[in-house]
């Protein structure tokens, strides 16, 4: 979601007329977009600031704005620290993203921060602004905004605001846009996307209208899913609690919805789940994990993980790690908890676990999840893969990283330049737990989105 709105913010100053340039020097306006859910965000940004104010004094006119959930949290604390700072504005402010700079150009100094997103604003719905997207070939579409649960370790609620399902009609319309344009990939995003539409289902009841006409989310990934040209569809993140039978079944149904879910455990202890409120209990996540399983064939599940949550026992921790085994997860994104100022967590600091114990919780469950990953990976040698190419890889610019329906890289070495966004079919070769390689069969589709060719001036 942050990185998004940083494509709504560079989206909304180049059409103001700025031009992104690669090297500060060249700059004048720098703006970070902070999210706090990182890890010493906070020390980051304010040794960023110290930086940047020898930045903002070697040239007049110079600009720095900061926004982003840290800015939403802490907008009195980077005033005090940063006073050089021109922009601070929260996380329902980035659609004024542009006036508020003009505003500090001509007025000095400008704090905007909104509690909450206003409903019928609907410029404040991220997607309806400019954006400047990363990739010509793969498009994030916020479907919803802000979160209505309470998970003891999470600040997203305070920091977004309540949740907001975006209209349906403008999803599928700027879906729509975007295939158009040439993108093959979208992924709706979302803080809890599965409970798309329950707010819209609040308003019609309270209106006296039909709450059967309301939309669900699964009846949007069926639209979605069915625009022609699209070829693949994600989501991101679903919520184990509601989980709906009718969300696996259009999975199952709709050819371009891919075979991978997210599905956050958090715990396998239901005591820790409980002190975390997350609303399920594990056998109820296992369950939900087998109905998925039955229904999309060659499904892969990937999951998040906290380990050493506030009264974690070692028995609590034994259930992380039964649930971890039994769920086979293909990949596992897992954390040693750190307290987030604000959350119901971060209070309870009479139960906080040694950070000793934590480390040693964090290595043994990385064995588990690492184990069932290079299990499901090598289950993949000598299969024809369908995969998007995404270009050359960082490290080594020979070598090309793809993806799979089931989000998973895969690296090859092709004999020639290959387009990115391009679709081609991959032998897998070798596995290991955070990749597979393979050889390149063919490529089946070239991208379809055009590209801009600089001319050069004579
Ligand atoms: S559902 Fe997700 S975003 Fe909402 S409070 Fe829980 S962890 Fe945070």
Same mark, same amino acid.
């Given at each position: 979601?942050?990185?998004?709105?940083?494509?709504?913010?560079?989206?909304?100053?180049?059409?103001?007329?700025?031009?992104?340039?690669?090297?500060?020097?060249?700059?004048?306006?720098?703006?970070?977009?902070?999210?706090?859910?990182?890890?010493?965000?906070?020390?980051?940004?304010?040794?960023?600031?110290?930086?940047?104010?020898?930045?903002?004094?070697?040239?007049?006119?110079?600009?720095?704005?900061?926004?982003?959930?840290?800015?939403?949290?802490?907008?009195?604390?980077?005033?005090?620290?940063?006073?050089?700072?021109?922009?601070?504005?929260?996380?329902?402010?980035?659609?004024?993203?542009?006036?508020?700079?003009?505003?500090?150009?001509?007025?000095?100094?400008?704090?905007?921060?909104?509690?909450?997103?206003?409903?019928?604003?609907?410029?404040?719905?991220?997607?309806?602004?400019?954006?400047?997207?990363?990739?010509?070939?793969?498009?994030?579409?916020?479907?919803?905004?802000?979160?209505?649960?309470?998970?003891?370790?999470?600040?997203?609620?305070?920091?977004?605001?309540?949740?907001?399902?975006?209209?349906?009609?403008?999803?599928?319309?700027?879906?729509?846009?975007?295939?158009?344009?040439?993108?093959?990939?979208?992924?709706?995003?979302?803080?809890?996307?599965?409970?798309?539409?329950?707010?819209?289902?609040?308003?019609?009841?309270?209106?006296?209208?039909?709450?059967?006409?309301?939309?669900?989310?699964?009846?949007?990934?069926?639209?979605?899913?069915?625009?022609?040209?699209?070829?693949?569809?994600?989501?991101?993140?679903?919520?184990?609690?509601?989980?709906?039978?009718?969300?696996?079944?259009?999975?199952?149904?709709?050819?371009?919805?891919?075979?991978?879910?997210?599905?956050?455990?958090?715990?396998?202890?239901?005591?820790?789940?409980?002190?975390?409120?997350?609303?399920?209990?594990?056998?109820?996540?296992?369950?939900?994990?087998?109905?998925?399983?039955?229904?999309?064939?060659?499904?892969?599940?990937?999951?998040?993980?906290?380990?050493?949550?506030?009264?974690?026992?070692?028995?609590?921790?034994?259930?992380?790690?039964?649930?971890?085994?039994?769920?086979?997860?293909?990949?596992?994104?897992?954390?040693?908890?750190?307290?987030? &100022?604000? !959350?119901? %967590? #971060?209070?309870?600091?009479?139960?906080? /676990?040694?950070?000793? $114990?934590? =480390? *040693?919780?964090?290595?043994?469950?990385?064995?588990?999840?690492?184990?069932?990953?290079?299990?499901?990976?090598?289950?993949?040698?000598?299969?024809?893969?369908?995969?998007?190419?995404?270009?050359?890889?960082?490290?080594?610019?020979?070598?090309?990283?793809?993806?799979?329906?089931?989000?998973?890289?895969?690296?090859?070495?092709?004999?020639?330049?290959?387009?990115?966004?391009?679709?081609?079919?991959? &032998?897998? !070769?070798? %596995? #290991?737990?955070?990749?597979?390689?393979? /050889?390149?069969?063919? $490529?089946? =589709? *070239?991208?379809?989105?055009?590209?801009?060719?600089?001319?050069?001036?004579?």
């Amino acid at each position: 979601m942050n990185d998004h709105d940083s494509e709504r913010i560079s989206g909304l100053l180049e059409t103001d007329g700025l031009v992104p340039v690669q090297d500060e020097d060249d700059a004048d306006i720098v703006v970070l977009n902070t999210c706090c859910i990182r890890e010493n965000a906070d020390n980051k940004l304010y040794g960023n600031l110290g930086m940047l104010k020898r930045w903002k004094d070697a040239r007049e006119g110079r600009q720095i704005v900061v926004s982003g959930c840290l800015a939403q949290k802490d907008r009195d604390i980077v005033r005090d620290r940063a006073p050089w700072v021109d922009v601070v504005m929260g996380t329902h402010n980035v659609h004024r993203a542009a006036e508020l700079v003009e505003q500090a150009r001509t007025s000095g100094p400008v704090t905007e921060i909104l509690q909450e997103a206003v409903l019928d604003d609907h410029a404040m719905f991220p997607s309806a602004l400019p954006a400047k997207r990363v990739n010509s070939y793969d498009a994030w579409v916020t479907i919803q905004i802000g979160c209505d649960n309470s998970c003891a370790f999470c600040i997203v609620p305070t920091v977004r605001g309540a949740e907001i399902s975006r209209p349906y009609e403008d999803i599928v319309n700027e879906v729509q846009l975007l295939v158009s344009q040439g993108v093959t990939e979208v992924t709706l995003l979302g803080q809890n996307v599965n409970s798309y539409g329950r707010d819209l289902q609040l308003d019609r009841r309270r209106s006296g209208e039909s709450v059967s006409a309301a939309p669900r989310f699964s009846e949007l990934l069926r639209e979605v899913g069915s625009i022609e040209g699209l070829r693949r569809l994600r989501f991101v993140s679903p919520h184990p609690k509601d989980m709906r039978p009718e969300t696996f079944a259009t999975m199952a149904e709709v050819s371009s919805v891919c075979e991978h879910l997210h599905y956050p455990l958090q715990s396998g202890s239901d005591r820790m789940l409980a002190m975390m409120h997350r609303g399920y209990s594990a056998r109820r996540y296992l369950e939900k994990i087998v109905e998925a399983r039955g229904l999309i064939a060659d499904l892969a599940i990937s999951t998040d993980i906290i380990v050493g949550f506030p009264g974690e026992t070692e028995a609590d921790f034994q259930q992380t790690l039964e649930v971890s085994a039994a769920a086979e997860y293909d990949y596992a994104y897992t954390y040693m908890f750190s307290p987030r &100022e604000g !959350t119901e %967590a #971060a209070r309870m600091t009479d139960l906080f /676990v040694d950070s000793a $114990v934590i =480390a *040693d919780r964090y290595a043994r469950l990385r064995v588990v999840v690492e184990h069932s990953a290079v299990l499901k990976h090598e289950a993949r040698i000598g299969r024809i893969e369908d995969v998007l190419i995404e270009g050359p890889s960082r490290r080594n610019p020979v070598v090309y990283q793809a993806r799979t329906r089931q989000n998973k890289v895969v690296h090859f070495t092709p004999t020639e330049p290959i387009r990115t966004g391009s679709y081609g079919l991959v &032998e897998i !070769t070798s %596995a #290991a737990p955070h990749h597979l390689r393979g /050889v390149l069969v063919e $490529v089946t =589709a *070239d991208p379809s989105h055009k590209v801009r060719i600089p001319v050069a001036s004579l």
